[in-house]
């Protein structure tokens, strides 16, 4: 069994020979398929969704599921299938916020520090140890309740947390890239710092990067989760997945049933994400080892 | 070529680890100036007077400069003064020192178990890898991965505490007064925290095992008639070993921030309830006490891992 | 090739360009070079692996900064100009380096890629660089249809001339040609040389040629250094050192050359070069070359023998070049112009 794929220098630049041959796994079709479904699903939850997420009816509180509320109600009476789909919106949002933040601040970072070399080097490569050094959710927590608590806030908190990790690729992939020969060549009629950078060295770095986001959007959506699932992140009565565990947990010997399906969506976007990063990775980066 | 002395590996390391604390302790004491607005008027409350405001600014020094500030609270900390918790007036030490231990019981714990579990399933992977037996594992890992770490606690309780009985659903037991209470009570926690390590150590363990595996060297013992057995046990765990040191590292700073979460759901007295209390209520001298021990733990675990490595292998620590 | 007397279009003085590993240690790479190169000529420098010819080669063209001495690009240190006007300047000194597949950026088409120096310095629009690349494409043997691919669809022997078709549409004035056929398969090589023999002539181009192949240099070039450990050990017009080395390590090198003719005629005896290469961190005191040499007496062990001219326009570094005699090759007839041998060499004798 083979553990490395030899590279296939130079793919194809075109977009659909990219996706054909990407989508023939199986891995890649279902999750890509799901996400693409989930995100759908979000941006058509106000027509969608059979009641507002917001709707309380003490009447009808924890009941079980019926053909008027498919996932039963929790202990305000509002409907969990609701709540199940509006919060698919908040937990992308959040996901994506929170891996732009990172990308965004990382990314520049690590490719000056591995271009650069030098003090800036040192100096950026300290920042990455430094920050890495802090259990990620523990500073996301610190950072929430200095800025205050809230979904905005929180995924902020969490961009700044995952933005080491995207430096430190982004460094990594830039030392390699920087010492090819065509680099040597472009400079050697004249090419800027800026040209270089960003004609030779960002398209050359950006694959392994590509796959990390995927990765990160992964491990976002488990911190929003857990953030809100302690009362820091989506604040009620907005719906999120992990708030409705919090509560369903509450509730947890009356109904038990509440707390599965939640979970489930959480397990399954988190995997989604994962096998997508997974399956580019072979396809983007088989040398990579993972960080 | 020269010989690498040993004794400066963890001097060179050492050195390295310096400039990382200096950063990590500004990053905590800056945590309570990203404050939007004056942190006096934050920390006295909504429903503070003029007096109080100046109080507090007095007390914590908020008029002078933020170096000077700096420098005040670390050199308090390295004393062991991390100040009074807002709330309840209690020494910020003195919590730590309360709930730490019990913070550090389940990860410890979590990772016996991840690692006992975990590198087994790793090695049984390696060895028959490409068969259904490792696809199940790979698989398993993924799930492991992806887990919601509080919803496993959850479904544990739902089964375990509530159903079957077999371990209690909240609260921990005294360290020093009674060990196997505290164990018992510490369990489930552990097992939440732990699917998360075990699926991570798995998929190392095997990936590296393989690597070694089908290396050169490796089938040049082979072909020397060597058996497999011999191959697997001698050589190829030695050559994994610093991998899995290195991992052990990360896990241990992955299983802290996990523990924060957990431990909402089993009311388990940690860091974790600690810091989660704190935040919502604007406790900062509580947070930035957590969140400071926290990084110092993680610092020196890895400083001694790295050295470990260094000692196992002297090329590892060449970079 | 012709050789042309005219201006120095590159000297170097004192050169040296030295790496700092990781461990702390110094690699000389370049320790002390003396040399011009002449405008239209082809300087050819030939050195085993490790001789530093390629660390020369990127120092000619400013990729590397001298640590001393300096190398000036027609009676100019391009290193005293602003970073602009380097910029600027370095268009007139080109290099084809030898792997030709990595010196393109996989991700850029090909016409992109021999486009870009023009982008670069600006002027004319998109119509014109394109017209203009798609001229070079041409000159160097490559049709229009070659000017979307990308250089994974090309052959190395295609891919070098998009190199050179890149580096000659500034018009440059003197060309680094870094190992630039030796990835290349033997009867590409040939194509190749010929069409830097043609852009030669046509645009009046100064060829440093760096090589280890020793029948490759001494064909194309009017003259030769070769090179050892960081420094030159003899210098001069090619066709007289192939005919008559004046150092060891040059007759070393051309003795191992294979002759095409059956082993009863040939009249040249194989002189093996004992021992490894040393190190170019440590290279050995004195003559660095006579660790090697069937030569090698006490004082060359002392005392560094200078780079000296021996006769007019011939250089050596050997404290006998003037008394040693050395079997080199005829070219036209493939005899031995000078039956040499250890005897004839008495005083010599190890």
Redo the contacts between chains.
Sequence with gaps: MSLSVPQVRGQQKSLPAFLSRFLKDPKALIATTYLLLLILLSVLAPWIAPYSPTDQNFAEALAEPSTAHLFGTDDLGRDVLSRLIYGAGYSLYASFLAVSIATLIGAPLGLLAGFLGSWVDTVISRIIDTLLSFPGIVLAIGVTGALGIGLTHGMVAVGLVFSPIMARLARAQTLVVKNELYVDAARSFGASTWRLLYRHILPNAVQPLIVQITLLLAMALLAEASLSFLGLGVQPPDPSWGGMLARAYIYMDLVPAQMYAPGIAILLTALAFNALGESLRVYLDPTMKGL | MKRIAKSSIAVRRLAQVVPVMVLATLVVFGLMHIVPGDPAVVLAGDQATGERIEEIRQLYGFDQPFLIQYWNWLSDAMRGDLSQSLLSSESVSVLIAQNFPNTLLVVVYAMVISLVIGVPLGIAAAIRAGSAADAAVGALSSVGVAMPNFWLGMILVSFFALSLGWFPATGAGSITEDFPEAIWRGTLPAVALAAGGIAEISRQVRSALLEVLSSQFVRTLRAKGLSSRTILWKHGLKNISVTLLTVTGLLFNRLLGGTVVVEAIFAYPGMGNLIVRAAINKDFPVVQGVVLSMVVVVVLTNLIIDILCGLIDPRVSQK | MSGAEGKPLVEAQGLKVHFDT??GETVKAVDGLNFSVMEGETFGVIGESGSGKSTLG?AI???IRPDEGEILHDGCNPFTLSARDL??H??EY??I?Q?P?????????IID?VL??LE??GGADGEERRRRALAALDRVGLGAEFAER???QLSGGQKQRV?IA??LI?QPKLLVCDESVAALDVSIQADILNLLADLQREFGLTYVFITHDLAVVSHVSDRIAVMYLGVFMEMGPAEEIARRPRHPYTEALLSAEPLPLPSAMRTKQRIILEGEIPSPIAPPSGCRFRTRCRFAQAICADERPAFREIESGRFAACHFAENLVLQGENRISGKAAGRASLEQNEGFRP
């Design positions: 990781d461990d990127r063209v400013c990729l910029r600027r370095r268009r080109q290099i380096f792997d597949h990595s010196a393109l950026n996989p991700r850029m088409s890629s870009e120096p670069i310095i990308y250089p994974h190199n890149r580096a500034l």
